[in-house]
Nanobody
Framework: QVLLVESGGGLVQTGDSLRLSCAGIGRTFSENPMGWFRQVPGKEREFVAAFSWKAAYIEYDDSVKGRFIMSRDDAESTTYLTMNSLKPEDTAVYYC???????????????????WGQGTQVTVSS
């Protein structure tokens, strides 16, 4: 079953910005720990950013720190990833994920997430 849906990807140039969204069906993950990951062909899925339970804490990978911002809407039904100063190395399929465990610490490990969206492609040209 698909419980998370990502959108907002596209083709942009170096330095451009994009905002990805992750919608949970029926507010299923309104308070769950959430994460953003990305993957390129032939590579393992890698961490981008994550919220703890109720988004009390947030963690970013060093590769996106200072450029990407993870946030939620007022209703807490949608999670966003605002991507600024995009680089060609940011090109990947971006995935939204949710954990069943309501941890107070953000998780950077894909295997600790229980639900995933189908991904949205982000391509950054040089």
């Amino acid at each position: 079953q698909v419980l998370l849906v990502e959108s907002g990807g596209g083709l942009v140039q170096t330095g451009d910005s994009l905002r990805l969204s992750c919608a949970g069906i029926g507010r299923t993950f309104s308070e769950n720990p959430m994460g953003w990951f990305r993957q390129v062909p032939g590579k393992e899925r890698e961490f981008v950013a994550a919220f703890s339970w109720k988004a009390a804490y947030i963690e970013y990978d060093d590769s996106v720190k200072g450029r990407f911002i993870m946030s939620r809407d007022d209703a807490e039904s949608t999670t966003y990833l605002t991507m600024n100063s995009l680089k060609p190395e940011d090109t990947a399929v971006y995935y939204c994920a949710a954990r069943r465990v309501f941890s107070t610490h953000p998780s950077i490990h894909p295997d600790e997430y229980d639900y995933w969206g189908q991904g949205t492609q982000v391509t950054v040209s040089s």
